[in-house]
């Protein structure tokens, strides 16, 4: 069994009616196309399901935001960030920070990652740390961005150093005792 791309064109030849046909085995390129889908089908399965944070920003909006990504920032699906601009999950202080970052990616500047204050749905605060590239989306310049909610990160690194400055008081003390 294979798969048959057909042209057929009535003409005469000799003075008969006749039929020209062409067969063409379109197998391998039928067989291509499903495995691209399948491909696709698999890709956008570790995207949905990713730990990280995923989005698409052009012309200043999420054309395109993960499950995860929405999840972050407090909002129940997706569909709700698209078409909105980014500042929507930046905090005031940090928007014109994350502009020009946004900016700079779009004019060709090498990736970055940066952290800023996101502001989540509720309008509660978390830490982000994000890293973005430019890409090509729909032929056009955009961002492909990974973020993730760093807040137990940050909370845990200052109760570390609190510990370090109690552990060096201490010792500094048992010292001075000795």
């Known amino acids: 069994v294979f798969y ?7 003409m005469r030849l000799g003075g008969k009616d006749c039929l ?3 067969f063409r085995d379109v197998t391998e390129r039928r067989e291509a196309a499903r495995e691209l889908v399948e491909s696709e089908a698999r890709f956008r399965g570790l995207v949905d399901q990713s730990i990280a944070g995923i989005c698409i920003i052009q012309d200043g909006k999420f054309v395109y935001v993960n499950p995860r990504f929405a999840e972050i920032f407090g ?3 997706a569909e709700q960030m698209i078409d909105r601009g980014h500042e929507l999950v930046v905090a005031e202080k940090d928007r014109s920070m994350v502009a020009a970052h946004v900016r700079g990616h779009i004019e060709g500047e090498l990736a970055s990652s940066f952290n800023f204050t996101g502001l989540r749905k509720d309008g509660t605060m978390i830490d982000v740390g994000v890293h973005g590239t ?3 989306h729909a032929g056009r310049p955009a961002i492909i961005g990974l973020a993730q909610d760093i807040s137990e990160k940050k909370r ?3 109760q570390i150093e609190r510990y370090v400055k109690q552990l060096q008081t201490a010792l500094m003390r048992t010292v001075g005792v000795a």
């Open 20 to 22: 020209l046909g062409i």
């Open 75 to 77: 909002y129940a699906s």
């Open 134 to 136: 430019r890409a090509i």
């Open 4 to 10: 048959a791309d057909i042209k057929a064109a009535p």
């Open 156 to 158: 845990a690194e200052e």
